[in-house]
């Protein structure tokens, strides 16, 4: 299944993973992937704030790999493969071990580096560009795809909510 969204704005892109947020749960696995400054952290910065965490979310890039606790039963994992150098360096950063803890919700940046190797199901986001003539470089395309049952179940709960006015 496949939800496509354009985003308007950043402020569109953050309201969008707060409304997202609230269908997560225990053991998802998101990777997010798209054009280099397409709103992948932007949309997950949205997410934190709906599960509540306060401040900024700090880029990973440099740590790969950050973990926040949501409350006593759920934590949340923001990776960003961008600057991996190979697949050796992945099991380093244990990032395995969070999708079989059973309690955490895991959202990989640059996830199209390691979606061959995830052998639980997972949900991608896509984001590129939309160039025309009404943007002024703040348009982008956002795209769920499903390819398993889990998430498709989810996705179709989805539509409605994403089309509620968030601007
Ligand atoms: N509709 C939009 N949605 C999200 N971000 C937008 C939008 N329009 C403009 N922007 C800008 O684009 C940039 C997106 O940056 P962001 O860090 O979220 O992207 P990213 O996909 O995580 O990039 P990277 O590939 O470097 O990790 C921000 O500067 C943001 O203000
Ligand atoms: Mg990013």
Redesign the pocket.
């Known amino acids: 299944m496949q939800i496509e969204i354009v985003?308007?704005?950043?402020v569109?892109?953050?309201n969008l993973g707060k409304k997202f947020s609230t269908v997560l749960s225990k053991g998802d696995i998101i990777l997010?992937t798209?054009?280099?400054?397409?709103?992948?952290?932007?949309?997950?910065s949205g997410l934190a704030v709906g599960f509540g965490l306060r401040g900024n979310l700090s880029?990973p890039?440099f740590t790969i790999l950050n973990e926040y606790r949501i409350d006593n039963t759920r934590k949340f994992i923001h990776a960003?493969l961008?600057r991996l150098e190979n697949m050796k360096e992945i099991d380093g950063i244990g990032l395995e071990d969070y999708f079989y803890d059973e309690i955490s919700i895991i959202c990989i940046?640059?996830g199209d580096r390691i979606k061959d190797n995830i052998e639980k199901d997972y949900l991608e986001i896509n984001?590129s560009y939309l160039i025309d003539e009404s943007s002024n470089?703040?348009?982008?395309r956002i795209v769920f795809t499903s390819s398993n049952k889990y998430w498709d179940i989810k996705l179709s709960g989805c539509e409605k909510m994403f089309m509620e006015d968030g601007r």
Do not use: A, C, M
């Open positions: 985003s308007n704005s950043p569109f892109t953050r997010f798209g054009e280099l400054g397409g709103g992948k952290t932007t949309f997950i880029s890039s960003d961008y940046e640059w984001f470089g703040t348009k982008r």
